[in-house]
């Protein structure tokens, strides 16, 4: 575990799986498991259900008369649209109109919030927005994230929390699990049906604990934090950076990636003005220098982040997060390639260093679960 300043209460619990808690965000992370598979963990998840420990995500609570302004200047979204007890999926950029950050925001109350960011500078761009505002903004490292996504994870929670299947998609209840004080949010990172657990952290491991005791004869079993990139990459979602030209810079520019270039301009609210780089985000329209945009390979090879992609024999692109589906049979990855060729039936190679050039064919995403009926069902 190295540069680590932040501490998960299950961080026992993971080292007796295997793990050396390796850095992500601060924290250390269950990046990795000895025991365990892969494979099965992302099964789990798709198929009955899996528990993750995400507690790296930052938890930052905005409270007071200007809080909803604060969020409004900081993020794409419009804050008077959004009631207590719902949430939202925003982003944050600079004033350049290219993306920091991206986060959930759940507002609990008329002037507080509680918003969870991942590995960007989030945290800075609320509070530079909050300077002279009627607003308190807090870092809670003690709240912990615990992930618990896949089908039947409704079917474990219903039998401990009364009301938990009527939760709408991206609602939130305050509630009890197993006689302690929990926020359960119907949200995810998985594509598929799934509820976040935050509780206190001297609760923490009595919960994981008894998740995973109580729902082993329903198949819910730990999973690692990279469990996550199988389950992303088909259902088109982004990590930063591990996405973004932090990662793979360009030639001749700084980073910094545009919400158009991503994908992700449907998080600006309609007629949406006034937060941090909304001239230069309208501005950057139609002016994309690549786009995010899915491949479908050949084979069940997945090819390592970061491998070239070709086309008629001239490097075009990257690719930035690939899987194998033992699920779906399929091979796909994301990948940042150029403009012309984010459509269905472009022919391109992957050259991968280990398993040697790929067919590939560029396709939308996301490739699972295109309606997202799963992650939205009422039932």
Same mark, same amino acid.
């Given at each position: =575990?190295?540069?680590?300043?932040?501490?998960?209460?299950?961080?026992?619990?993971?080292?007796?799986? $295997?793990?050396?808690?390796e850095d992500w965000s601060g924290m250390g992370t269950a990046w990795s498991y000895t025991s365990g598979d892969p494979d099965a963990e992302y099964? &789990?998840?798709r198929t009955k259900a899996g528990l993750m420990d995400v507690s790296g995500l930052k938890k930052v609570h905005i409270t007071g008369a200007g809080a909803s302004h604060v969020i409004e200047r900081a993020t794409t979204?419009?804050? +008077?649209?959004?009631?207590?007890?719902?949430?939202?999926? &925003?982003?944050?950029?600079? +004033?350049?109109?290219?993306?920091?950050?991206?986060? *959930?925001?759940?507002r609990l109350a008329p002037?507080?919030? =509680?918003l969870v960011h991942g590995a960007g500078s989030g945290y800075e761009s609320l509070t530079m927005a909050a300077e002279g505002r009627d607003v308190s903004i807090r870092f809670d490292d003690n709240t912990h994230d615990l992930s618990l996504q896949g089908p039947a994870s409704v079917d474990f929670l219903e039998k401990h929390v009364p009301g938990i299947r009527q939760?709408?998609?991206? &609602?939130? =209840?305050?509630?009890?699990?197993?006689?302690?004080? *929990? =926020?359960?949010?119907?949200?995810?990172?998985? $594509? +598929?049906?799934?509820?976040?657990?935050?509780?206190? $952290?001297q609760d923490a491991g009595e919960v994981w604990d008894r998740i995973l005791e109580d729902g082993k004869d329903m198949g819910i079993i730990p999973c690692r934090f990279t469990t996550l990139d199988m389950l992303r990459a088909e259902s088109y979602l982004l990590f930063f950076p591990y996405d973004n030209s932090e990662m793979y810079p360009y030639d001749n520019e700084g980073p910094g990636d545009t919400l158009w270039e991503l994908g992700l301009d449907f998080t600006v609210s309609k007629d949406k003005v006034g937060f941090r780089g909304a001239e230069e985000h309208y501005r950057r329209k139609g002016k994309e220098r690549f786009k995010i945009w899915g491949l479908k390979l050949e084979g069940k090879n997945a090819p390592g982040n970061g491998a070239p992609v070709f086309k008629d024999g001239?490097? *075009? $692109?990257? *690719?930035?997060? &690939?899987m194998y589906s033992p699920l779906n049979d399929w091979t796909v990855a994301i990948a940042r390639l150029p403009v012309d060729c984010a459509n269905n039936g472009t022919k391109l190679e992957v050259r991968c260093g280990t398993h040697g050039p790929i067919a590939a064919t560029s396709h939308s995403m996301p490739f699972y679960d295109i309606e997202k009926k799963r992650r939205t069902a009422k039932d």
């Open positions: =575990m190295t540069n680590s300043w932040r501490f998960s209460a299950l961080g026992d619990r993971h080292r007796a799986l $295997g793990s050396d808690l099964m &789990a998840i979204r419009n804050m +008077e649209k959004l009631m207590p007890g719902r949430s939202v999926y &925003a982003t944050m950029l600079n +004033e350049q109109g290219k993306f920091i950050d991206d986060c *959930v925001i759940y002037n507080s919030f =509680m939760l709408p998609y991206f &609602a939130h =209840m305050q509630t009890s699990l197993f006689g302690k004080p *929990v =926020m359960i949010s119907r949200t995810g990172y998985t $594509g +598929e049906r799934g509820y976040e657990i935050f509780v206190r $952290g001239k490097q *075009v $692109g990257v *690719v930035t997060q &690939a």
